[in-house]
Each structure stands twice: as C-alpha cells, then as structure tokens.
C-alpha cells in the first residue's frame, strides 16, 4: 500500500488504474514557486514524507505551451485556477503553432529512503475548443490525435499520458526491488 498525497481525485483515479492498492491523503504540502517540476516536487516530498510513516508518492504536472513559451508550465494549477481552458484558447486565439506537452514527475519515498523521481509526457496540440467531459484540467483543450484527453476514457487516456508515463516508471521500479 502506498499513500498518493494529492486533493484531485482525477490523478487519483488514474494513478489506482495503475497501482491498484493506493491510500489517497490529502493533507496538503507547500508548492513552492519553481522553475522545474522536479524542484516542486522534491519540496513537497520532504515535508510530506516526514508527516506520514510509511510508502508516499506525490506527482506534480505541468501543461507547456510552445507558442507561449512553456506557459503556463510549472504554474499549470494556478492557470486552471486563474484563467481556465477558455482564458488559454483565448490566449491561442489567431496561433498557428498549437504545439504543447504535458509533463509529469512523480516523486516516491519510504522513512529513511532518498526520494526517487520519474517523468513522463505526451505531446499533442492546444484545440481550438474544449471537447469532452472525461478528465480533468485541460484535458478538454489538449489533443492528441484526432482526440482531446477530454474524450477519452482513462484506460485509453493511461495508454499515452504524461502521467500514467511516470507512474507506470515507478511501478516498474517498485517491482524490480
């Protein structure tokens, strides 16, 4: 059993899809403001990890928009919050270049264990609209494909994400030791 701290239930669901035997605690942790996923996530480890005895993941995500310069990247859950998919198609209004990735770290730690970190990512194109209501955050705007991660269901969408990417790098790590 391995605690997933995290307060959205969408990465839970799809994270259990994949583990299986997941606790998910939200009791929340400090996002610092970064450069880096990594750097996020590597705060948010060493607090929590002291806080829960036992196995802990947490994953920090980010959408990178290329026309707009990574954004909004490592503040992806203040965009969704702040402006939402319709204040990004607003910014991509009249862009060619929809090109963007979302990317995915996971970070895994046990008392008394060095965390370990995992990435994954997708890349796909902002959509002129949303489409679908399957997912979470800008899944609606994100496609790959001739699909938005809005319309697929989480066995299709856990095939290419960013985040069944790292997490399926966890598992696979777990498994061999």
Same mark, same amino acid.
């Given at each position: 059993?391995?605690?997933?701290?995290?307060?959205?239930?969408?990465? +839970?669901?799809?994270?259990?899809?994949? +583990?299986? &035997?997941?606790?998910?605690?939200?009791?929340?942790?400090?996002?610092?403001?970064?450069?880096?996923?990594?750097?996020?996530?590597? +705060?948010?480890?060493? /607090?929590?990890?002291?806080?829960?005895?036992?196995?802990?993941?947490?994953?920090?995500?980010?959408? #990178?928009?290329?026309?707009?310069? *990574?954004?909004?990247?490592?503040?992806?859950?203040? *965009?969704?919050?702040?402006?939402?998919?319709?204040?990004?198609?607003?910014?991509?209004?009249?862009?060619?270049?929809?090109?963007? !990735?979302?990317?995915?770290?996971?970070?895994?730690?046990?008392?008394?264990?060095?965390?370990?970190? #995992?990435?994954?990512?997708? !890349?796909?194109?902002?959509? !002129?609209?949303?489409? *679908?209501?399957?997912? #979470?955050?800008? &899944?609606?705007? +994100?496609?790959?494909?001739?699909?938005?991660?809005?319309?697929?269901?989480?066995? /299709?969408?856990?095939?290419?994400? !960013?985040?069944?990417?790292?997490?399926?790098?966890?598992?696979?790590?777990? &498994?061999?030791?």
């Amino acid at each position: 059993m391995i605690y997933f701290v995290t307060s959205n239930k969408g990465k +839970f669901v799809e994270a259990e899809a994949i +583990f299986g &035997d997941l606790v998910q605690k939200n009791i929340g942790y400090t996002e610092i403001q970064a450069d880096t996923l990594e750097e996020v996530a590597s +705060f948010g480890m060493n /607090e929590v990890v002291s806080r829960l005895q036992g196995p802990v993941m947490l994953e920090d995500a980010g959408l #990178f928009i290329d026309a707009l310069k *990574g954004f909004p990247g490592v503040y992806s859950a203040y *965009g969704q919050k702040t402006i939402g998919n319709q204040g990004i198609l607003k910014l991509m209004e009249g862009v060619q270049d929809r090109k963007a !990735h979302f990317r995915s770290v996971v970070s895994y730690a046990e008392p008394g264990m060095e965390p370990v970190m #995992f990435a994954g990512e997708v !890349h796909g194109r902002i959509g !002129h609209e949303a489409r *679908g209501t399957k997912g #979470f955050g800008y &899944d609606p705007i +994100f496609c790959v494909g001739k699909m938005s991660l809005g319309e697929m269901e989480i066995v /299709e969408k856990n095939k290419i994400s !960013h985040r069944a990417a790292s997490m399926k790098a966890l598992k696979n790590w777990l &498994d061999k030791r």
